[in-house]
């Protein structure tokens, strides 16, 4: 009441917790965040990386010089950080290699925009010569591809070497590029002009530890890991008639709530009875199709078994997921039925040649093979150590992935490099052409490129600053376009020689996401953190494979 | 202390205008930098970590915890402009408050707040005057043309600012295609008809429009066709699994071989329906719950594409754009028997299933009622993905006003240093003191062209001096060839006036005049507080009890 009616508390607009960073301040802050990222991954990129250990709080261990995969498991707090994060997942979903670069290219990008920052060169200045080069990039990049033929098997082998390289599985030479053509052309599947190739879903890779890597394989069939039901059961067929099921083969009960009045012993029995006699009449449906090998996604009572082998001889699995259900009757033909009394002469799968349940290691596992034409097929990776596996898979995910854009857009472009120097040196020379201020960013982000080269040669353990003067040197030439890092050798190398290839679509993708990223940062001049989430806004991510029916299994995948 | 007291915090006359008119332009300042094509953006962080990157005034300030009442008012000011207009939101807070710091001042030289409002209410009933006569332009004068630059305009602040032509071509061509007429014979734009998804991956620049709708969704089982062409399609809204009595609802059964019978009739129940639908000569099915597996059986061998779980709201939207009706059972009224009507199918040229980056994602074109529009946005990761949304429904309803009000307005502050010139000859024909009043609205308009400037790092007084010069040579001279010069505004990226009519930088008249009314009636609003009670939280009977003690207390000591 008796405050001096000048001095006033001062207004509160925003709640006390909020922290905000503004301007100049705000706009370095996203920029060395994403530097840090990019610091992360920057060892991993070429085929002299390292890899990286990773520990998760589980005290699990993930090893690998995958881009995304070191990413996904590191927790970052700054907000900028985590949108480059994002920048891998995207890349990796899209085409699935080229994780590493993308971080890195991105970080090197809003580098390159900090000393405009400091000079107080307005951000979309900089935002709009961004995006007038990367439409340069893009003409030129198209420009540059080398069209391939998809059909010749030594010209994809090619670039899938070359994506190895820089790899984990290199060592094993031509090995993991083998099975990733193998198992790429095994699931393509072409209706007209439209080209599908779902790896997700028909290429599954299964590891088994122990072995050696020369044992790993594409089969033309699929396997998993489940073994019969019961021990005197076929274990080796030839030329099978299977039925693929995903209903149980046990009594079981309505879902409508009934109960039974029993009023005297008889009662019970007949009830009893009337239990094995539905079991039964199930079995006798399935026997009319002749089967010599049940699969079902749900269980199999004991009856049920003791019918069908004792006098019909028939092989029978259980439980087996939807997902290798799926792939079991793209390659044996099977149509999965779920009313045994429906099953027709059309639905039984005869495609496959050879069913043979094996033991490997302490496990059992079901092999189906020798399909005539399969368009699903499992991966058999053998090696050393569990964690050897992972990162095999990871690559050969990548190396599919790299197949599959090439079959889809088959055009390369040089590696190591190469495409980047060249890029740069022609953006440099059309930088001259560009209005006004613009022609600075412009500039720096074509220098920008150059870090690509420049890490190779760093990782490599070159002269990083001979090898990228001589490197300028050849491509301000006609001739240089081929000219980028040995990343073994640590020299300069024609590319085409020794056949280090991208595919265009990945290098595309590269530049747009960590262009178009690099953009959306630059252009914050306020960060507020700390508010309260008030509203889900986000809606409910898609879910990875939708398995409706993994409820049901009793937990038990393993029993067989 | 003698009166009447009040529980809580008070504050009164020039105190609280002061207090509230800080804390509005305190909110202000924070959205001040987002205006205009070289406004920046800012990145919202709440406690979660969740990050929001945004230009759009409404989502900035909905995002923010605002806690001072005044500015709250703002907030709301915001979303109003934004659910009324879509477009506009952030200088319709720049102009409210600006409006309120003038009126301040008045107010502290003695002028009462009646005055100043009823001059402010003044002042916009001659503003909408003055832009319906003279600042107007009809579209059909213009054609197709303005309309794309209308849609460029309101991108132009935003990330897509560098995209725009790309993208104003493909907002326009949209609502274009949604165009219907209702009921009432008026022709209606609903914004709701286009649908925006969006998948991460490849560049902005590949994202698509499609003509029809899209989920983001995979058929229901893989054995489905991927597509089909003259869908006739059926959506029903309820479930297909096994039929299942209701809850409370026992059957009681003596023999147990009934038992068996009921479980049969459960799935011979759905066996029926699922018949039914399929016999209706639907193709596509869209169920809003759950199909059974034993079911989708049926829809795969009559190769019908079966969708689940699509959200009810989806599904009306592609019933009335394909003229389908949402069936919620199928009993018949004249029988007791179900059936299924082929007057209930909807029917589309084509269903498909497509890959968009890492989802499938089924796809209705060629509707047959209503054209539904799909845009797919792709780029490089969420938060750009959700800026690009927000930017294209700006877009979007950018284009709806114009192309229902027919009218726009030119831009870049044009309009309103057209105003502002006229009020201030205006408020000179008054002998009364709202002249003062209105003389501050010409003044306070005059703050969307120098905020714009000064976001563009221009020298804002030489600029805006400058275009008052055109203004006011167009409305005073008697010349015809100067009355163009109405049409002038900035060139934020030449810091120029230009012609803005020629240069393409339109907003739509509608969206001038909700944003000078709405900010003129949140001023007075505001204006009209001189008195804040802040109610103290609610006394609990304990707390009562202690204070009276404490009274008492105190009093006893002061009698002895």
């Known amino acids: ?560 | 202390m003698s009166g009447v007291s009040i529980i809580g915090e008070r504050e009164q006359g020039q105190d609280v205008r002061t207090s509230n008119i800080t804390a509005v332009i305190g909110l202000a300042n924070i959205v001040k930098t987002s205006l205009g094509p070289q406004g920046l953006d800012k990145m919202l962080v709440d406690s979660i970590g969740d990050v929001t990157i945004t230009n759009d005034g409404a989502t900035i300030l909905s995002q923010l915890e605002v806690e001072h009442p005044a500015a709250k008012v703002l907030v709301e000011l915001a979303n109003l402009q934004d659910k009324e207009v879509g477009d506009g939101t952030t200088s319709v807070v720049i102009l409210a408050a600006e409006l309120l710091k003038r009126a301040n001042n008045l107010v502290k030289n003695k002028i009462h707040p009646t005055t100043v409002m009823a001059g402010y209410r003044l002042a916009l009933k001659e503003m909408i005057k003055y832009i319906k006569s003279n600042l107007t332009v009809k579209v059909e004068d213009l054609g197709r043309d303005a309309l794309i630059s209308a849609a460029r305009t309101s991108m132009s602040s935003k990330i897509v600012g560098s995209e725009s032509a790309f993208f104003s071509e493909m907002v326009v061509t949209a609502m274009e295609r949604v165009k219907t007429i209702n009921n009432m014979g008026k022709t209606k734009y609903p914004v709701k008809n286009v649908n925006i998804l969006k998948v991460h991956g490849k560049s902005s620049k590949e994202s698509m429009l499609i003509n029809g709708y899209a989920l983001e969704m995979g058929r229901a089982a893989q054995g489905m066709p991927t597509s089909i062409e003259n869908a006739k399609i059926a959506c029903i809204a309820f479930n297909l699994n096994k039929f299942r009595l209701h809850m409370g609802i026992q059957v009681l059964v003596k023999d147990p071989a009934e038992l068996e019978a009921i479980r049969q009739k459960e799935m011979d129940f759905t066996k029926d329906r699922v018949n039914m639908i399929i016999e209706s000569g639907a193709n596509v099915v869209l169920c809003s719950g759950g199909i059974d597996d034993f079911a989708l059986k049926y829809f795969v061998e009559a190769g019908v594409i079966a969708l689940r779980r699509v959200s009810i709201s989806d599904m009306r939207r592609i019933a009335t754009a394909t003229g389908a009706t949402v069936v919620t059972n199928l009993s018949d009224y004249e029988t007791s028997d179900e059936k299924f009507e082929a007057s209930n199918l909807g029917s589309c040229s084509l269903v498909q299933e497509k890959r968009i980056g890492d989802y499938d994602h089924i796809f209705f074109e060629g509707l047959a009622e209503t054209n539904c529009q799909t845009i797919v946005i792709r780029g490089a990761n969420e938060y750009f993905l959700d800026e690009v949304d927000r930017s294209l429904h700006d877009s979007l309803c950018v284009v709806k006003r114009i192309l229902e009000s027919n009218a726009i307005v030119t831009g870049g502050g044009a309009v309103e240093t057209s105003l502002s010139v006229y009020l201030d000859d205006f408020a000179r024909t008054l002998e009364s003191r709202e002249l003062l009043a209105i003389s501050e609205v010409a003044e306070s308009l005059l703050i969307i062209p120098k905020t714009l400037a000064i976001n563009a790092a221009l020298d804002a007084t030489d600029l805006v001096a400058k275009l008052k010069v055109f203004h006011h040579a167009s409305q005073t001279a008697e010349d015809q060839s100067k009355k163009e010069l109405k049409h002038y505004g900035l060139d934020l990226i030449n810091g120029k006036c230009r012609n803005n009519m020629i240069a393409g930088v339109l907003e739509p008249a509608i969206s001038k005049v909700k944003s000078l009314k709405f900010a003129i009636e949140a001023a007075i609003a505001i204006l009209r507080v001189d008195d804040m009670i802040k109610i103290a939280p609610k006394l609990t009977e304990e707390d009562k009890m202690r204070l009276a003690q404490q009274q008492a207390a105190a009093q006893g000591q002061d009698f002895f």
């Open chain 1, 1 to 560: 009441m008796f405050a001096n009616p000048m001095r006033q508390a001062p207004v509160m607009v925003l709640q006390n917790n909020t922290k905000r960073e503004q301007g100049k301040k705000a706009q370095l802050s996203n920029i060395k965040a994403a530097k840090a990222v990019a610091d992360v991954v920057r060892t991993t990129l070429g085929p002299s990386s390292m890899l990286k250990m990773l520990l998760d709080p589980m005290g699990g261990i993930v090893m690998t010089n995958d881009g995304n995969a070191i990413l996904r498991e590191i927790d970052v707090a700054h907000p900028a950080a985590k949108s480059m994060i994002e920048l891998a997942r995207a890349q990796d979903e899209e085409v699935g290699d080229g994780t590493t670069s993308v971080i890195v290219l991105a970080g090197q990008i809003l580098q390159a925009a900090e000393i405009f920052i400091e000079k107080r060169v307005h951000p979309t200045v900089v935002v709009n010569a961004y995006f007038k080069a990367m439409e340069e990039i893009l003409k030129i990049t198209e420009e540059l591809g080398v069209d391939i033929d998809v059909d010749s098997e030594e010209d994809i082998k090619k670039i899938v070497t070359s994506c190895i390289g820089t790899k984990f599985s290199h060592k094993w030479g031509d090995l993991i590029v083998d099975l990733a053509i193998k198992a790429t052309k095994t699931v393509l599947r072409q209706s007209g002009k439209e080209v599908e190739i779902d790896l997700k879903r028909y290429a599954k890779v299964e590891k088994i530890p122990g072995g050696t890597i020369e044992d790993c394989t594409v089969l033309d069939g699929v396997m998993f890991n489940k073994d019969v039901t019961h021990g005197e059961m076929r274990r080796k067929i030839e030329n099978p008639r299977i039925v693929l099921l995903d209903c149980p083969l046990e009594y079981k009960k309505g879902e409508s709530m009934t109960n039974i009045e029993m009023s005297n012993e008889e009662d019970f029995k007949k009830a009893l009875e009337s239990e094995e006699e539905e079991v039964r009449k199930m079995c006798e449906h399935i026997l009319r199709v002749k089967p010599d090998i049940v699969i079902t996604e749900k269980g199999i009572s004991d009856f049920c078994q003791h019918f069908l082998m004792k006098g019909n001889n028939i092989t029978m699995i259980r439980r087996i997921r939807k997902t290798d259900n799926n792939r079991l009757a793209r390659v044996c033909g099977a149509t999965i039925a779920h009313r045994p009394e429906e099953l027709q002469e059309e639905d039984v799968g005869t495609l496959s040649g050879l069913f043979e349940v094996k033991k490997i290691g302490d496990d059992y596992f079901t092999f189906v093979t020798e399909s005539k034409n399969p368009e699903a097929c499992s991966i058999l990776l053998r090696g050393a150590s569990k964690d050897v596996l992972n990162e095999i898979e990871r690559n050969l995910q990548d190396a599919m992935q790299v197949a599959r854009s090439v079959i889809i857009n088959p055009k390369l472009v040089p590696g190591g490099g190469a495409l980047e120097m060249e890029l740069a040196s022609r953006l440099i020379e059309h930088s001259k052409e560009v209005e006004g201020l613009q022609q600075w960013p412009f500039k720096a982000l074509a220098s920008a490129l150059e870090v690509i080269p420049r890490t190779l040669a760093q990782n490599c353990g070159g002269n990083v600053v001979r090898l990228m003067t001589e490197l300028r040197a050849k491509h301000s030439k006609d001739d240089g376009l081929w000219y980028g890092i040995d990343g073994n050798k640590g020299v300069i190398a024609n590319m085409k020689e020794i056949d280090i290839w991208d595919p265009v679509a990945v290098k595309l993708q590269t530049y747009k996401t960590a262009i178009e990223s690099s953009c959306m940062l630059l252009r914050i001049d306020d960060v507020v953190s700390g508010m309260k989430k008030t509203k889900k806004q986000a809606a409910p991510q898609q879910e990875e494979e939708p398995r409706p029916d993994e409820g049901h299994t009793f937990g038990d995948e393993r029993d067989g």
